[in-house]
């Protein structure tokens, strides 16, 4: 099946600084998700992005589908973006299961 | 936020013991999911749902079962429970299912120890 990295694994960053996240995938990909762990454990979808740049706020994700990447970019950090960031993907056929990275951990700190 | 609800939200078992998990949503949406979260792996998919009564198995199904018997609710059984069992259970929803590019919903998960 397709393999989901992300990187790094852990960022530790001061309030106000800005931050980027990766997603490599293995295989060509029509779906992309990132999502939002909050500390209390809460998932919340952030971007549907298969391919283009997409823009909320201090957040903005970018994938590059012919290269197998996305990218999240967090500008201007506060400490409620603290928690866990997932990447998610779709097999190419099939069936409508998602696979998910191991995410990354980040860590603001005032 | 998507209308799911999961109960219990937090439940303590002795190992040997049946467990069941809930999952009901508000939406109407066709796609149900039940994930697990450890530390080190991420979510993983146990099983899933496309309809009334059609599953189908994820990567980690093996000691679960399911059940959807009505749009709204998806169960999720644990037979013989066991220490490895031990996790957190995220429900999840979708109109269409992620390869089509609905966005996924998450409930606020089950926390789940096998003693």
């Known amino acids: 099946g397709i393999q989901v990295e992300q990187s790094p694994p852990d960022l530790i960053l001061q309030e106000g600084a800005n931050s980027t996240l990766r997603c490599n995938f293995s295989?060509?990909?029509?779906?992309l998700q990132w999502f939002h762990q909050n500390p209390w454990g809460q998932l919340i979808n952030l971007f549907y992005?298969?391919?283009g740049t997409k823009q909320n706020g201090r957040l903005s994700a970018t994938t590059v589908a012919t290269e197998r990447y996305s990218l999240l970019y967090i500008s201007s950090s506060q400490t409620t973006d603290s928690g866990v960031y997932f990447c998610?993907?779709?097999?190419?056929?099939?069936?409508?299961?998602?696979?998910f990275g191991t995410g990354t951990r980040l860590t603001i700190i005032p | 936020d998507a209308g799911i609800t999961q109960s219990p939200r937090h439940k303590v078992t002795e190992t040997g013991t049946p467990v069941t998990l809930r999952c009901h949503q508000t939406?109407?949406?066709?796609?149900m999911y039940w994930y697990r979260q450890d530390p080190g792996h991420g979510l993983r998919l146990i099983h899933y749902?496309?309809?009334?009564?059609?599953?189908d198995k994820g990567e980690v199904s093996d000691g679960y079962s399911v059940s959807r018997s009505k749009t709204e609710d998806f169960l999720l059984t644990l037979e013989s429970a066991t220490s490895s069992q031990t996790s957190v259970y995220f429900c999840?929803?979708?109109?269409?299912?992620?390869?089509?590019?609905?966005?996924?919903?998450f409930g606020e998960g089950s926390w789940l120890t096998v003693v």
């Open positions: 999840a929803i979708s109109e269409s299912g992620g390869r089509t590019g609905n966005t996924i919903y």
């Open positions: 295989d060509s990909v029509n779906n």
């Open positions: 992005i298969p391919s």
């Open positions: 998610a993907v779709p097999p190419n056929f099939g069936n409508e299961k998602l696979t």
């Open positions: 939406e109407n949406h066709r796609y």
């Open positions: 749902s496309y309809g009334v009564k059609d599953t």
